[in-house]
């Protein structure tokens, strides 16, 4: 990965780490192609409606958006100031984070964290309408403006009793999605899958899978499951946002997974990896920021 993940590293180079069976399809849209292009684009790779649009060097979900109709890609192509993917819609209706470590000395890594994601979704009750669903729940409040803007009259739809709406379909946090702690899941067979797939991906020692599955057995098994993105050195063990835990649990699990980041750079640079420069670091940050810019202010 560009810069070890840490900063301005590409969606789809990392996807072309991967090996294609585990993750969607997924196609680069450079910033300023023509429209057509992108149509043919879409045709050729057999996406369909809906599918994900998303920036290809992103930032905590912002960017990205399910769309529904070529009018609507057209919008977000005409607005993107940034490159972008086309990635078919992962149906599988749970996802969790799993953060993953390999000493490059090792044969076998592990798992040391395990985040599910509770997605945005509100239940109607025959009365209330989308919006005021939203006002009931604290957490989803916070997500109010965004969700004004993205679907407009459609929050005064009321729901019928019991019906549910998935208003942000992807697990991210700043997005308004609830991260719940796992990693009492971790278990010796989703460690020998997780590890077994994270090895095809060429030096990959440290970073967080976010996998899209339809059943924890299956999962276990190694069966019906999906990459949603592969995250390197900038990658945080997102279960330590579970609202039971503490601030000092955070800071002890960071500390943790920074001392397995550093041990492992270390290990890279005798087996002649170099480390990035100061002058190098800051060049790169400093595109990060622009791009941040760009992306947060979508």
């Known amino acids: 990965m560009k810069n070890g993940g840490f900063v301005m590293d590409s969606k789809i180079e990392i ?3 991967i090996p ?18 992108v149509i043919e684009t879409l045709q050729s790779a057999n996406i369909k409606m809906p599918f994900i649009t998303k920036p290809d060097i992103g930032l905590r979900g912002s960017a990205v958006k399910k769309i529904h109709s070529l009018d609507e890609l057209k919008e977000y192509h005409q607005k993107a100031n940034f490159d972008y993917l086309l990635q078919d819609l992962i149906l599988y209706p749970n996802e969790v984070g799993i953060f993953y470590v390999r000493f490059p000395n090792e044969e076998k890594g592990k798992i040391t964290g395990i ?4 997605f945005l979704i509100v239940e109607g009750n025959g009365t209330a309408t989308i919006e005021e669903l939203i006002k009931e729940n604290p957490r989803y409040e916070l997500q109010l403006s965004s969700l004004q803007k993205e679907y407009g009259k459609q929050l005064l739809d009321i729901l019928s009793q019991g019906e549910k709406r998935n208003l942000v379909p992807y697990g991210n946090h700043a997005r308004g999605a609830k991260f719940v702690d796992a990693s009492y899941l971790i278990s010796d067979k989703l460690t020998e899958v997780i590890d077994s797939m994270c090895q095809q991906v060429t030096e990959f020692y440290f970073g967080r899978l976010d996998v899209m599955y339809d059943s924890w057995s299956d999962l ?13 050195a900038a990658s945080e063990p997102t279960h330590i946002y579970d ?3 503490s601030l000092f649990f955070a800071w002890k699990e960071l500390a943790r997974h920074i001392t397995y980041m550093y041990k492992i750079s270390v290990a890279n640079k005798k087996r002649g990896f170099p480390y990035l420069s100061h002058k190098d670091g800051m060049k ?3 595109l990060h920021l622009r791009q ?3 992306i947060v202010n979508f």
């Open 284 to 286: 790169q940050y400093r």
């Open 115 to 118: 985040v599910a994601k509770e």
């Open 243 to 245: 609202p039971k835990h």
């Open 292 to 294: 941040s810019a760009k």
């Open 20 to 37: 294609q069976q585990y993750y969607p399809t997924t196609k680069f849209v450079k910033e300023n192609a023509a429209f057509d292009s």
């Open 220 to 232: 276990e098994e190694g069966k019906h499951f999906s990459i949603v993105e592969l995250n390197g």
């Open 15 to 17: 996807y072309d780490l």
